[in-house]
């Protein structure tokens, strides 16, 4: 299984889900730092492989929901956990060429432009898995402020996957800036280990190591990015699960 990401090992950052299971109940933290800074960051990060994210129900008031206009959030329920979430392993095992996905959401829709070059076999399992229809209907289980917003988990706790996991050593100057999309992983995973979840950089740089794969960059709508952001988290540290659900609607993939 394969979960968000964490700081290093991308906790803080994103990929692990919350902060960690020591700080944030029901969480497991991947890393031993015993907090502060970088530390926390760190158990952050690590801690979304394998974390449960407690899942957080929002009750729908009619009255109240949005229209979907350009820069509002649609209101929408919360995903049921997938139970047969398993899909065939990407084929083919590789990927080349230009590439980009659209991912629509209950806040917009954002494109990422996949590195096949740097990342073949990391970006040939995205493809399939949008290729298979696998996020349609997930929602994002994690938010942390100013550092990343994670998805792609058919569990929605941050312990789920597609069955099967992909290892591919990331480039040894990956750099986690705002806009990159990258894998998360479970700190006691080698570096570059993916399943489906994935996570997008809201901050400037997360610091993090080069540990997780990555699959490319946002190159238009991270104006949806940071609105599903601003949604923000009532966990402590502003590390869990959305204040209320953001759904990926559809996912598709185009080749130039």
Not at 69 to 80: L, N, Q, S
Not at 85 to 110: H, I, M, Q
Not at 164 to 189: C, D, H, I, L
Not at 223 to 249: H, K
């Amino acid at each position: 299984m394969v979960p968000p990401v964490t700081r290093p090992k991308l906790s803080r950052p994103l990929l692990p889900l919350l902060l960690a299971a020591a700080i944030v109940p029901g969480l497991a933290a991947c890393g031993d730092d015993d907090g502060g800074g970088d530390a926390e960051r760190e158990a952050f990060v690590n801690a979304t492989t394998t974390a449960s994210t407690p899942s957080t129900t929002v009750a729908a008031a009619p009255a109240d929901r949005e229209t979907g206009a350009k820069g509002t959030c649609r209101e929408v329920d919360e995903p049921a956990p997938r139970a047969d979430a398993e899909v065939a392993e990407p084929d083919p095992a590789r990927l080349s060429g230009a590439w980009t996905v659209t991912v629509a959401t209950s806040c917009g829709a954002f494109e990422i432009e996949l590195d096949a070059k740097a990342q073949p076999k990391t970006t040939a399992s995205f493809a399939s898995l949008v290729r298979a229809g696998f996020f349609d209907g997930l929602g994002f289980h994690r938010i942390a402020t100013g550092f990343v917003i994670q998805g792609g988990d058919p569990e929605g706790t941050g312990s789920g996957g597609p069955g099967y996991q992909v290892e591919e050593e990331p480039p040894s100057g990956a750099s986690y800036t705002r806009g990159v999309v990258a894998m998360a992983k479970a700190g006691n995973e080698p570096a570059g280990t993916s399943g489906s979840q994935f996570f997008v950089v809201t901050g400037d740089d997360t610091g993090l190591p080069p540990d997780y794969a990555i699959v490319g960059k946002v190159t238009k709508g991270m104006e949806t990015v940071d609105r599903i952001s601003d949604i923000g988290t009532d966990a402590p540290q502003g590390d869990g699960p959305p204040s209320r659900p953001v759904v990926i609607t559809k996912a598709t993939i185009k080749k130039g």
